[in-house]
C-alpha cells in the first residue's frame, strides 16, 4: 500500500525559509503526481503545489515566486522549499500523491507555524 511520509515542518519566524520533504513508500513514484496541500484553522484544505513525474510544475498564486516544489527520483521523495515565509502560511501541510486523476493518498501532516 501506498505511504507518505512528511517532515521538516516546525516553528520559523516571518521571512525565514523551512524545507519539507515527503516520502512515498509501496508502489512507483512515476505513476504519480505528487503535491503539497495545506489547511489553515477553520479553512478548507488547498493546493500549494503540484509536480508531474516529467518534472512540470504548478502552483498556487500565494506560493509563486515563494515556494518550489521538487522531486528526487532516485530518493522517491518530494521536497518543498518555503522561502520568505508569512504569518498567512500557517498551516497543517500535507503531502498527496494522486494516481491518474482517480486516486488520491495522504500523508499524516506536518504542522508549520510562521511566528515572531
Known amino acids: 500500500q501506498v505511504q507518505l511520509v512528511e517532515s521538516g515542518g516546525g516553528l520559523v519566524q516571518p521571512g525565514g525559509s523551512l524545507r519539507l520533504s515527503c516520502a512515498l513508500s509501496?508502489?512507483?513514484?512515476?505513476?504519480?503526481?505528487m503535491g503539497w496541500y495545506r489547511q489553515a484553522p477553520g479553512k478548507q484544505r488547498e493546493l500549494v503545489a503540484a509536480i508531474t513525474s516529467g518534472g512540470s510544475t504548478n502552483y498556487a498564486d500565494s506560493a509563486k515566486g515563494r515556494f518550489t516544489i521538487s522531486r528526487d527520483n532516485a530518493k522517491i521523495t518530494i521536497y518543498l522549499q518555503m522561502n520568505s515565509l508569512k504569518p498567512e502560511d500557517t498551516a497543517v501541510y500535507y503531502c498527496n500523491a494522486n494516481y491518474k486523476g482517480q486516486v488520491d493518498y495522504w500523508g499524516q501532516g506536518t504542522q508549520v507555524t510562521v511566528s515572531s
Open positions: 509501496g508502489s512507483s513514484f512515476r505513476l504519480y503526481v
